[in-house]
Structures are given as C-alpha cells and as structure tokens.
C-alpha cells in the first residue's frame, strides 16, 4: 500500500461523528485511541490519524457503518451551482477531495477518477488512503442525494487488502 502523506480536513472528518450520533461512546473511543478530544471543523488533521480512524469504525463497528459515514459526508457536503444530478455529483468527487485534503508539492494525496460507460454506468477509481467502504457510501450518498440508488460492483483488488486502488462500476436508477 503507498504511503500518504497530507492533511486532512477536520470539517470533513467530523462526518463520522454525524454518521454515528448514535453511538457516543463509540466516538468518544476512537478519539481517544487517536489521542483527540474533540474534531475541530477548523483544524486540520494528519492524513494518517483520518486514514486510522475510518478504518477503526469499519474494525470496530463493521463496513455497514463506515459506508453510512460516506452517505453522510454526502449528505452534508456544500454542492456548488452545476451539480444536480448523479453524474455530476460523482464527476466532483475528486475536486472535494482536494477541497478536503492538502500537502506540499510532491506528496501523495491519493486520487479519485471517475469514467462514464454510459447514460447511467460509471467506473470510479478510488486510489486513496481510506477503506473502500467509505468509497462506497460516498458512491451511494451521490447517488441517494439525488433521488437514486447506486448498484456498486467492487472489482479485483482492493486497497483493504493492500492493492493501490479500488475500482467500482456503479449504474444508478431513479427511485421514482
């Protein structure tokens, strides 16, 4: 797995406590195992010490409440004027993700592409420091916040079990 080396938004990062407002006691675990008393929006925070504390809720919690922590940093994202649909929203994932990441000239941040296959098929290349359940339910969160759900294949090889990246097809239909 590559190294990262960057920060990391605290804003973005407290999407994991709105993701798991029901579970206080497990909030208040991962951020003392990571030495934090609180996330402060304003702040920024080793790229790492984010990396770690996504992959504590998946080990500590399961994948299913890591995926709904990436639903919800859709869920409260500032869209700018443009995005309104699926398409859109999964084309700006790569610009949030620098929005929400930073490093000096050289480092490795990661990076997030996205190919359209047809009207409503995408792949999506996640090479990142995060779990890909996060990936995912940023993907769905798109997708949800869109009047849609996403339908994620994971292909072979996964960053969680090492690889350098994970890449997704997903097609999207229209809940109505």
């Known amino acids: 797995m590559p190294t990262y080396e960057g920060e990391y938004s605290g804003a973005a990062l407290q ?3 709105r993701g798991l407002k029901q579970s206080p006691q497990i909030i208040t675990a991962i951020l003392r195992k990571h030495g934090i008393d609180q996330i402060d929006p304003n702040a920024w925070y080793k790229l790492e010490t984010a990396r770690a504390i996504y992959a504590d809720i998946g080990k500590m919690i ?11 940093i859709i869920n409260s994202a500032v869209f700018p004027p443009g995005i309104n649909d699926v398409k ?11 929005m929400n990441v930073r490093g000096r000239n050289g480092s490795n941040l990661g ?10 098929r995408a792949r999506m290349t996640f090479s990142t420091p995060f779990p890909c359940a996060l990936d995912q339910g940023i993907i769905q969160g798109c997708a949800k916040r869109f009047g849609a759900t996403a339908l ?10 090492g690889a350098e990246a994970c890449t ?9």
């Open 62 to 72: 399961g994948n299913a409440s890591l995926s709904a922590v990436g639903v919800e």
């Open 88 to 98: 859109s929203a999964l084309e700006s994932i790569q610009p949030a993700y620098e």
């Open 168 to 176: 997704y097809t997903v097609d999207w239909l229209a809940s109505h």
């Open 152 to 161: 994620i294949v994971h292909s072979p090889g996964c960053r969680d079990q």
């Open 15 to 17: 999407s994991f406590i």
């Open 111 to 120: 990076r997030i592409t996205c190919e359209f296959l047809g009207k409503r």
